[in-house]
């Protein structure tokens, strides 16, 4: 491993990284592009600097809720996935064979609901959803985008738990803590790292998703699902605007956790 | 948990299904369940006047939605696997890069790779469709440099389908591909080195075999979504590549043909549980987990 084929490489990566980041330069810089004349729709060809579209944020129809909408149901089916799978990871990483029967079905099903098409998914809950008569809309979008998370979250839990020293929770339990009590004060801090990278996930493909959406919404439309139905007609500045929020929310949420797993692993 | 067990036998055996119930209920009736009744919805014939459907165990429709599809199907496999190969070429660089020179930063890149997709990928798919279009910064800039004809496209070809394939699915690729590179001691590179073995032979010889488990998840994880996909078809291509999701997505939502669309799906699915009970076969289970 020479240190030159190491540069190469490194010089490589960063193009990379660079390449995936075009679109998303692209929406941040073309927010801030004026529209010049008729009913405002993103233009790549650039008409000068403003910040109309910041503070006309609210103004096209249907937008900021679906914006909020989004927000909601991402914040939900994190919470739910994230409790959910952190408990199955426990199941699947503390109780080997007979103990624990089933395992292998559950992690077979587990890379299923990862590798499945999308497309698959959503169309098949939405004949789950008409057999049963389930109205569409926050519900059975929240029930789906959990389900799509918790094979991800389990998947980051069980990850962090496979280093974990059982020592000391044998330790807690001698001094007389009680399980959940040991739980709480022991093996939850330890794993938390885990949980939060698997609710970050859980955040983002919440909020990313669109086909699974798009079978189960009804009329009740998410973000994504709103502009590609806009992305038709042309799409409002206001898009990228609200792109460009959620793209320094979920970047300062990532870098924070970076550094609190940081301190984390610098305090044990 | 090792207490419970001294206090109560009964519910110390319980706990491994306690702990994962709500997880098997809401995977078992959210996703196994619905898989099992779009299959039934395939067998089943249904009555267009009346809209009511019965059991016939109509396998023949299987077979109608593959020979009406098969054109479509190959050309999905033909896209998906051409995006695929791309994101394995261009990703293992940087996944061995992270993996074994990024030292204390590792975290970072990794989480640059991920980045992206805090924007949604439609968003990012039609921000695409604006920077490729003909009048769009980048073709202007390759007709400028005389490097393209004034005529040339790149949107609605099925070039610009497999580079939003293999854009969209890349970190999906990338990750896999770092974890099973994590693993591999360095040391075992330096003894091929020591034993005068090149840097082909290496690779091909240490890196390649010790990494596979780690290339194939990377494979089924870009292969399968890429397979499925529509919405690159849909707003990067045209009307000669429309691929299977496109076809599904209009049977489902626009012509609410409920069981063509669930036997097209079936197949699908079929087609994607080939790739994953192969990956079972071959590497087990177990590892399939430490991958995604």
């Known amino acids: ?268 | 948990m090792t207490t419970t067990t001294s206090k109560s036998p009964r519910l110390g055996r319980l706990t491994p299904y306690l702990l994962g119930l709500p997880a098997i209920v809401w995977l078992a009736v959210f996703f196994v369940v619905p898989l099992v009744l779009m299959l039934a919805k395939a067998l089943q014939e249904c009555n267009p006047a009346t809209g009511v459907c019965t059991m016939s165990w109509n396998f023949a429709s299987l077979s109608d939605a593959w020979s009406s599809s098969s054109t479509i199907i190959f050309r999905s496999l033909g896209y998906a696997l051409a995006a695929t190969v791309i994101d394995l070429v261009l990703s293992f660089p940087i996944a061995y890069w992270i993996a074994f020179y990024a030292g204390r930063r590792k975290n970072f890149f990794l989480m640059m790779l991920l980045v992206p997709f805090f924007v949604s990928f439609v968003i990012r798919t039609v921000i695409w469709k604006f920077l490729l279009s003909s009048d769009g910064l980048i073709i202007h800039t390759l007709q400028n440099l005389h490097l393209v004809s004034s005529d040339y496209q790149i949107l609605g070809t099925t070039f610009a389908v497999v580079a939003g394939l293999a854009y969209n699915f890349l970190p999906f690729t990338a990750l896999p591909l770092y974890v099973s590179l994590e693993r591999l001691n360095p040391a075992l590179l330096e003894a091929s080195h020591d034993l005068y073995a090149g840097r082909i032979t290496t690779f091909r010889k240490i890196v390649l075999p010790l990494c596979a488990p780690g290339i194939f998840a990377a494979f089924l994880l870009t292969f399968i979504p890429a397979f499925g996909d529509y919405v690159n078809q849909q707003v990067l291509g045209g009307f000669t590549n429309t691929m299977v999701g496109t076809v599904i997505q209009n049977l489902f939502l626009v012509s609410n043909d409920f069981p063509g669309g669930s036997a097209l799906s079936a197949i699908v699915m079929g087609i994607s549980l080939i790739g994953i009970l192969a990956y079972g076969r071959l590497l087990g289970s177990k590892s399939i987990g430490d991958f995604v």
Do not use: C
């Not at chain 1, 233009?43 to 937008?63: D, H, K, Q």
């Open chain 1, 1 to 268: 491993m020479s240190a030159k084929r190491g540069r190469w490489l490194g010089l490589y990566s960063w193009l990379l990284l660079a390449y995936l980041l075009v679109p998303i330069v692209g929406m941040i810089f073309f927010s801030f592009n004026d529209v010049l004349a008729g009913r405002p729709t993103v233009t790549f060809e650039w008409n000068g600097a403003t910040l109309r579209w910041y503070r006309e944020l609210t103004n096209v129809v249907g937008l900021p809720e679906a914006f909020w909408l989004s927000i909601r149901l991402a914040l939900a089916s994190m919470v739910a996935a994230t409790v959910i799978g952190t408990l199955l990871a426990l199941a699947l990483v503390r109780y080997e064979g007979k103990r624990f029967r089933g395992r292998t079905a559950i992690d077979q099903t587990l890379f299923m609901n990862i590798a499945a098409p999308e497309i698959v998914m959503g169309a098949s809950l939405l004949g789950l959803f008409a057999s049963y008569h389930v109205a569409r809309g926050f519900l059975t979008l929240l029930l789906s985008h959990t389900v799509f998370s918790i094979a991800y979250v389990t998947v980051t839990v069980r990850a962090r738990l496979q280093g974990f020293d059982r020592h000391l929770e044998e330790a807690a339990g001698d001094l007389g803590a009680t399980p959940l009590t040991t739980f709480r004060l022991v093996t939850l801090p330890m794993i938390m790292p885990g949980v939060l990278a698997g609710a970050m996930m859980a955040f983002a493909l919440s909020l990313d998703d669109f086909v699974v959406s798009n079978f189960v919404s009804g009329t009740t439309l998410p973000f994504p699902v709103w502009v590609y139905g806009a992305s038709r007609m042309g799409v409002p500045p206001q898009v990228f605007v609200f792109g460009t929020i959620i793209f320094l929310l979920g970047f300062a949420g990532a870098i924070a956790s970076l550094a609190m797993s940081r301190r984390a692993v610098k305090s044990v």
